[in-house]
Structures are given as structure tokens and as C-alpha cells.
Nanobody, 121 residues
Framework: QVQLVESGGGLVQAGGSLRLSCAVS????????MGWFRQAPGKEREFVAA????????SYAASVKGRFTISRDSAENTVYLQMNNLKPEDTAVYYC??????????????WGQGTQVTVSS
């Protein structure tokens, strides 16, 4: 079982930046591809970004490509999401999870509490 704790969210003006962190414990961190997902009020959870287990490969949703950067630190068992040039439509609760492609792993169900990102116009 993997445990996840997201942090780093907050209130920021449009055009600003935030860096989210996801602390991972439990199962072997380095063996998982990891990703970030977000859920806005009244909407389904959607894919944001993913990074391979080695960190050598990344992928992004079209809506964030060029603005967000995902990275991981295996020594710290942490995944990061650097978010630049934030837009009001980025407002959501952000979650991390082990991924398979651009979806959560089918054997994963223990979502963390997420971290709220609010972007004002």
C-alpha cells in the first residue's frame, strides 16, 4: 500500500506560480510512474502530468503543457509539480497518484487529501 501527502497549494493571482509536493511512503517509490491529477468543483478528476519511474520521460495534458513541469526526487521519495503562468481555469484540488499512462494505476485507491490551488483573475 502506498501513502501520499500532497502540499504546496494556495491562493495566487493569474500569471503567478506555485510548486506542489507529493510525499510518498509505503511501497517502493522508485518502481512507480507517478502523476498529478486535478478536480475542479462539479467536474471529474482529470490528468495533469506524469513522470516515468526513472524520471527520464514525462507527459502533460494539452492544457498545461509549456506551463507546468513534473519532476521527482527518489532520494526524498517526493514528486513535484512546478506550475507557472497560472490561469483561473487551473483552480482545482490537485492529487498525486501512481500512474499507468495518463490514468491512475487500476490497483490504486488510497488517494491523499489533495491540495487546493485557487487562481484569481
Amino acid at each position: 500500500q502506498v501513502q501520499l501527502v500532497e502540499s504546496g497549494g494556495g491562493l495566487v493571482q493569474a500569471g503567478g506560480s506555485l510548486r506542489l509536493s507529493c510525499a510518498v511512503s509505503g511501497r517502493t517509490f522508485s518502481s512507480y510512474a507517478m502523476g498529478w491529477f486535478r478536480q475542479a468543483p462539479g467536474k471529474e478528476r482529470e490528468f495533469v502530468a506524469a513522470i516515468s519511474w526513472s524520471g527520464s520521460s514525462t507527459s502533460y495534458a494539452a492544457s498545461v503543457k509549456g506551463r507546468f513541469t513534473i519532476s521527482r526526487d527518489s532520494a526524498e521519495n517526493t514528486v513535484y509539480l512546478q506550475m507557472n503562468n497560472l490561469k483561473p481555469e487551473d483552480t482545482a484540488v490537485y492529487y498525486c497518484a501512481p500512474t499507468l499512462g495518463n490514468r491512475p494505476r487500476p490497483d490504486f485507491s488510497s488517494w491523499g487529501q489533495g491540495t487546493q490551488v485557487t487562481v484569481s483573475s
